[in-house]
């Protein structure tokens, strides 16, 4: 099985600054069709997992600019340009490249 | 609108058996692959399985393979999660996902919508 591995566990951040969060692959997530799946959930407390970013670096519909996705082959990062209140909450990477899926182990986005 | 309506969570014993229920609209459910993830208390995301469109390809995780079954109707647009030999580790929310994309019988590499989950507890 693929291990996602995500860095930081925890995330402290203030509102109005950058978050980022880092994703490694136990192997290369590039698909023998060519693509890369590699997508981000958010989890607000109390909810389901909600995506964010689909096949590294696609924003979901209503998702907001202020999210991106880059990276590649083992290697991935989910930036927040300027965390907001509603942001808090736990992230998630997750491969959908090989079965079975695996998730990274989350991280928490919290407010200072 | 695209809803997941997750049902038939509940309290059960070890060695007992459970049948959740996934019923889907606002979509048209036949076209696309669909998923059940789980989390367990206080814990992070863990995939269970997988169904393509028509139904005849499915995939599970090692931990639940040979005790879980996951069947769809289309007819129906319900997706279903038998789970038999339940164990306390297979206490959780179950979520049912839905496919990225139209693929059918293939899967797109993602899932985008996701329902409000059904709590299953294996407990004597």
């Known amino acids: 099985d693929i291990v996602m591995t995500q860095t930081p566990l925890s995330s402290p951040v203030t509102l109005g600054q950058p978050a980022s969060i880092s994703c490694r692959s136990s192997q290369s997530l590039v698909h023998s069709d060519g693509n890369t799946y590699l997508s981000w959930l958010q989890q607000r407390p109390g909810q389901p997992p909600r995506l964010l970013i689909y096949?590294?670096?696609n924003r979901f519909s209503g998702v907001p600019n202020r999210f991106s996705g880059s990276g590649a082959g083992t290697e991935f990062t989910l930036k927040i340009s300027r965390v907001e209140a509603e942001d808090v909450g736990v992230y998630y990477c997750m491969q959908a490249t090989q079965f079975p899926w695996t998730f990274g182990h989350g991280t928490k986005v919290e407010i200072k | 609108e695209v809803q997941l309506l997750e049902s038939g969570g509940g309290l059960i014993q070890p060695g007992g058996s459970l049948r959740l229920s996934c019923a889907a609209s606002g979509f048209t459910f036949r076209n696309y692959a669909m998923t059940w993830v789980r989390q367990g208390p206080g814990k992070g995301l863990e995939w269970v399985s997988g169904i393509g469109g028509s139904g005849h390809t499915t995939y599970y995780a090692d931990s639940v393979k040979g005790r879980f079954t996951i069947s769809r109707d289309n007819s129906r647009s319900t997706l279903y999660l038998q789970m038999n030999k339940l164990r306390a580790a297979d206490t959780a929310v179950y979520y049912c996902?839905?496919?990225?994309?139209?693929?059918?019988?293939?899967?797109?590499?993602?899932?985008?919508?996701w329902g409000q989950g059904a709590l299953v507890v294996v407990s004597s």
């Open positions: 096949k590294i670096s």
């Open positions: 996902a839905k496919d990225g994309l139209p693929f059918y019988d293939f899967w797109s590499g993602f899932t985008d919508y």
